[in-house]
């Protein structure tokens, strides 16, 4: 039988506002989102009053190995991705790491990005180390890509090389994903030229950091269609700047947001979003507007991912969702101020993973084992065993292990 279930009265995220609709959802796929929609016979029915709906958040840039803490460094800052890549691969926290079993770390990814409202992310590494890890994580992975490390001097040997990878992700209607200006030296400052003339700069093109960027990179963007990927944390722990984002929206950039990896990056996407609210304001003595950073975490990736419909809750598309209980005004957009607490509940293709106690029977009603966490005196039910996951890394390098980007057990 397939499941069928009815959110009523939410505050729902359509065409860039909140409105108070109901929402039906059957099998893996939203049905109807419509006023006043009747439930059939066998639906589960809930009032969402006072609550909003949102597509679930999108992760557009992680690397799911490195899901470990503490960060690295800080204090030094570097002119290149590689400079800090090597005291990283030379601390004790990467040693540490690498008695801990891939999957256990991708694990580690994928509920460090659960908790925080994430359904889909991007983890940037060959489809090779990926591919054993694909559908039975606790969120959805973006699998079709073509790829390149980086562009220039120091990069990775990832694909086939970037002109080859485009062109296959042109023919494809994948996204082509690369680190690009990943860095303030010399050879960041021309890899957007170098990528041009590997006729890899196009619509297909997605571009993680872009840190030191002027006019005349960015209009080139423009031109191309491109789209960037913002992660303010990461750059201000490894350089101590960032992208001149104003400029990009400015100017029109498709731009989504990232967490980048653990030992720099944020330690989770909630954070990121507080950050990346907060840093805008430091730099240009303006408000990022709550919708901006909204579309940067559903919209905007789905453009840049090719992942269907930019306005993820249409009938027909997957069922992708996010309920916020945050006390605010309900039709008041406001991302950069929630906390664990207020992640209510996380469906991921139609399927509940994690969500506030009062959903339990909805839990029940899909045959889901889950497990218990207490999130600031409030009582989560999610999908598997983070615990269990927990002492698995505990007992691999030896003692009891925190981790920042999970709640306290």
Same mark, same amino acid.
């Given at each position: 039988m397939t499941n069928s279930v009815l959110f009523q009265s939410g505050s729902i995220y359509r065409n860039g506002k909140l409105e108070t609709l109901d929402l039906l959802l059957e099998g893996e796929k939203i049905t109807a989102v419509?006023? #006043?929609? #009747?439930?059939k016979p066998d639906t589960i029915t809930l009032s969402l009053k006072g609550k909003k709906l949102y597509p679930g958040f999108i992760n557009s840039h992680d690397?799911?190995?490195? #899901?470990?803490?503490?960060?690295v460094g800080g204090t030094e800052k570097h002119q290149s991705w590689l400079s800090y890549d090597n005291l990283y691969k030379s601390s004790g926290v990467f040693a540490e790491r690498q008695q801990v079993d891939p999957e256990i770390l991708y694990y580690l990814g994928a509920y460090k990005n659960l908790f925080a409202g994430v359904t889909t992310v991007f983890?940037?590494?060959?489809?090779?180390? =990926?591919?054993?890890?694909?559908?039975?994580?606790?969120?959805?992975?973006?699998?079709? +890509? &073509?790829l390149a490390? %980086?562009?220039?001097? +120091? #990069?990775?040997?990832?694909?086939?090389?970037?002109?080859?990878?485009?062109?296959m992700a042109e023919h494809a209607g994948l996204p082509f994903v690369t680190h690009l200006a990943e860095g303030l030296d010399d050879d960041s400052k021309q890899s957007l030229r170098y990528l041009e003339k590997m006729d890899a700069l196009g619509g297909h093109s997605v571009l993680v950091h872009c840190l030191p960027f002027g006019q005349k990179e960015v209009e080139k963007i423009v031109e191309k269609g491109a789209s960037v990927v913002w992660c303010p944390t990461s750059n201000l722990h490894i350089f101590g700047k960032t992208t001149n984002i104003k400029l990009f929206l400015d100017m029109g950039v498709n731009v989504c947001l990232g967490t980048d990896y653990s030992p720099s990056g944020s330690v989770h996407l909630l954070e990121e979003l507080k950050t990346a609210k907060s840093i805008y304001f430091g730099l240009y003595g303006e408000e990022l507007p709550e919708?901006?950073?909204?579309?940067?975490? &559903?919209?905007?990736?789905?453009?840049a991912f090719r992942l269907g419909n930019p306005d993820a809750l249409m009938p027909g598309l997957s069922a992708d969702l996010l309920i916020i209980n945050d006390d605010k005004n309900t039709k008041e957009i406001n991302v950069s101020d929630l906390s664990w607490k =207020?992640?209510?509940?996380?469906?991921?293709?139609? +399927?509940?993973?994690?969500? %506030?106690?009062? +959903?339990? %029977?909805?839990f029940l009603r899909f045959g889901l084992e889950t497990e218990e966490l207490s999130i600031d005196g409030n009582t989560k039910l999610v999908a598997g065993s983070p615990k269990k996951l927990l002492k698995q890394v505990s007992d691999s390098v030896g003692y009891k292990k925190s981790l920042a980007f999970l709640p306290n057990f």
């Amino acid at each position: 039988m397939t499941n069928s279930v009815l959110f009523q009265s939410g505050s729902i995220y359509r065409n860039g506002k909140l409105e108070t609709l109901d929402l039906l959802l059957e099998g893996e796929k939203i049905t109807a989102v419509d006023s #006043s929609l #009747s439930p059939k016979p066998d639906t589960i029915t809930l009032s969402l009053k006072g609550k909003k709906l949102y597509p679930g958040f999108i992760n557009s840039h992680d690397h799911l190995l490195a #899901s470990y803490l503490p960060k690295v460094g800080g204090t030094e800052k570097h002119q290149s991705w590689l400079s800090y890549d090597n005291l990283y691969k030379s601390s004790g926290v990467f040693a540490e790491r690498q008695q801990v079993d891939p999957e256990i770390l991708y694990y580690l990814g994928a509920y460090k990005n659960l908790f925080a409202g994430v359904t889909t992310v991007f983890d940037h590494i060959p489809h090779h180390v =990926q591919n054993p890890f694909r559908g039975i994580l606790p969120v959805k992975l973006i699998s079709d +890509y &073509t790829l390149a490390h %980086s562009v220039g001097n +120091y #990069s990775l040997g990832w694909g086939e090389g970037p002109a080859l990878e485009y062109r296959m992700a042109e023919h494809a209607g994948l996204p082509f994903v690369t680190h690009l200006a990943e860095g303030l030296d010399d050879d960041s400052k021309q890899s957007l030229r170098y990528l041009e003339k590997m006729d890899a700069l196009g619509g297909h093109s997605v571009l993680v950091h872009c840190l030191p960027f002027g006019q005349k990179e960015v209009e080139k963007i423009v031109e191309k269609g491109a789209s960037v990927v913002w992660c303010p944390t990461s750059n201000l722990h490894i350089f101590g700047k960032t992208t001149n984002i104003k400029l990009f929206l400015d100017m029109g950039v498709n731009v989504c947001l990232g967490t980048d990896y653990s030992p720099s990056g944020s330690v989770h996407l909630l954070e990121e979003l507080k950050t990346a609210k907060s840093i805008y304001f430091g730099l240009y003595g303006e408000e990022l507007p709550e919708s901006t950073l909204l579309k940067m975490i &559903t919209e905007n990736p789905r453009k840049a991912f090719r992942l269907g419909n930019p306005d993820a809750l249409m009938p027909g598309l997957s069922a992708d969702l996010l309920i916020i209980n945050d006390d605010k005004n309900t039709k008041e957009i406001n991302v950069s101020d929630l906390s664990w607490k =207020q992640i209510d509940l996380v469906v991921i293709d139609g +399927y509940p993973i994690y969500g %506030s106690q009062e +959903y339990k %029977s909805l839990f029940l009603r899909f045959g889901l084992e889950t497990e218990e966490l207490s999130i600031d005196g409030n009582t989560k039910l999610v999908a598997g065993s983070p615990k269990k996951l927990l002492k698995q890394v505990s007992d691999s390098v030896g003692y009891k292990k925190s981790l920042a980007f999970l709640p306290n057990f």
